[in-house]
């Protein structure tokens, strides 16, 4: 079946260093890939997502970029803040049953001011 | 402002007890979603709803059943509570669409003794 593998299980940076959280996925068809993000005490919030190969999400300077052929879709910041602390998941969308989310392990990042 | 709200936010059941997790959204969304959080599980989906009246099983069904009496409201039931479902459980509403973005309620904290 579909599944999604995020390599890092936490991730601990200082103040402005850069941030990847790599993120790859196995599935038929082909699924939109998400980036949620999960304050401490809160449930997971929409990020962005890609639909397509080569696509580019964003959102509050994050990014990441849907590529088919590396089956990734890696989540990207140049300059972390204290405020990023969060666990981030990755998740594709089940393209057989429209509305269903498969997420990846999630990684715990923590940024030390 | 459109909301996921679950109650309890907290629970502590008995081996052998029955429990009952609410969730009510006003989305207006067809299609609702169980998912229990485990570390290193990230978020496995267990029941969803594509409306009202109608529950389907996700990937970890077992000892689980749903309940989808109307649009608003999806509740998960466990008919005789185990330690193994101990767990955080998130309820989530969305379209149903091939965006298939989810909106996650603030999660239900259940130990069972």
């Known amino acids: 079946g579909d599944s999604v593998t995020q390599t890092e299980g936490q991730v601990a940076l200082s103040e402005e260093d850069f941030l990847t959280i790599h993120c790859n996925y196995s599935?038929?068809?082909?699924?939109?890939l998400f980036w949620y993000v999960q304050y401490p005490g809160e449930g997971p919030q929409f990020l962005f997502r890609?639909?397509?190969?080569?696509e580019k999400g964003s959102s509050r300077g994050f990014e990441a970029t849907y590529d088919k052929g590396t089956t990734s879709f890696h989540l990207r910041k140049a300059s972390v803040q204290e405020s990023d602390s969060a666990v981030y998941y990755c998740?594709?969308?089940?393209?057989?049953?429209?509305?269903?989310?498969?997420f990846g392990q999630g990684t715990k990042l923590s940024i030390k001011p | 402002e459109a909301a996921v709200t679950q109650s309890p936010r907290n629970k502590v059941a008995v081996t052998g007890g029955k429990v009952t997790l609410s969730c009510n959204q006003t989305?207006?969304?067809?299609?609702m979603y169980w998912y229990r959080q485990d570390t290193g599980h990230g978020l496995r989906l267990i029941h969803y709803?594509?409306?009202?009246?109608?529950?389907e099983k996700g990937d970890i069904p077992d000892g689980y059943k749903a309940s989808r009496p109307s649009q608003e409201n999806f509740s998960l039931i466990l008919e005789l509570a185990t330690p193994s479902q101990t767990s955080v459980y998130f309820c989530?509403?969305?379209?149903?669409?091939?965006?298939?973005?989810?909106?996650f309620g603030a999660g239900t904290r259940l130990s069972v003794l």
């Open positions: 989305n207006n969304h067809n299609n």
């Open positions: 599935a038929s068809g082909y699924p939109a």
């Open positions: 890609a639909s397509r190969d080569k």
């Open positions: 998740a594709l969308g089940d393209y057989y049953n429209q509305g269903k989310l498969i």
């Open positions: 989530a509403s969305g379209e149903g669409d091939s965006q298939n973005t989810l909106y």
């Open positions: 709803s594509y409306g009202a009246g109608s529950t």
